[in-house]
């Protein structure tokens, strides 16, 4: 079920490893954040998630509340961070998720960013813009 794929997929982005999330992830998967920008190719989205985990020493996402219709997951969920010096950022988001054949091929992030703090903006931005 396309659900299940995004709930496994949220449960393992706590073990900041981005060998765990790579079975979910089509090759040619195009993922969009607000901040971020667009992330196409596999490796493009696992080089952006291990600059994440690097960067935080908390880093979780939680589904709340999931609306399935076919191969489209449409999660509210909450996204858990924390810098070794900093206090929990805790940030809501609207997911989208396209499932094709047990993987992720499609990701659209709309996260409510009113109370994340400038410089975490501009952290993701740089973030994002490095390629390895």
């Keep these: 079920m396309p659900e299940n794929v995004v709930q496994a997929f949220a449960r393992e982005i706590a073990f900041r490893d981005v060998r765990r999330l790579e079975p979910y992830l089509g090759e040619h998967v195009a993922a969009r954040f607000d901040i971020a920008g667009d992330l ?6 696992l080089g952006f ?12 996402f939680h589904i709340l509340k999931c609306v399935v219709e076919d191969e489209l997951v449409m999660a509210e969920g909450v996204y858990l961070l924390a810098t ?46 490095s390629r390895w």
Excluded: C, N
Excluded at 40 to 45: N, P, S
């Design 40 to 45: 196409i190719g596999r490796k493009a989205l």
């Design 49 to 60: 998630w291990r600059r994440l985990f690097q960067t935080y020493s908390l880093f979780e």
């Design 84 to 129: 070794r010096h900093a206090a929990v950022l805790d940030v809501r988001a609207i997911s989208i998720f396209e499932v094709e054949q047990g993987i992720i091929t499609h990701w659209r992030d709309h996260a409510d960013l009113t109370e994340v703090p400038m410089s975490e903006k501009d952290r993701w931005r740089r973030l994002s813009g």
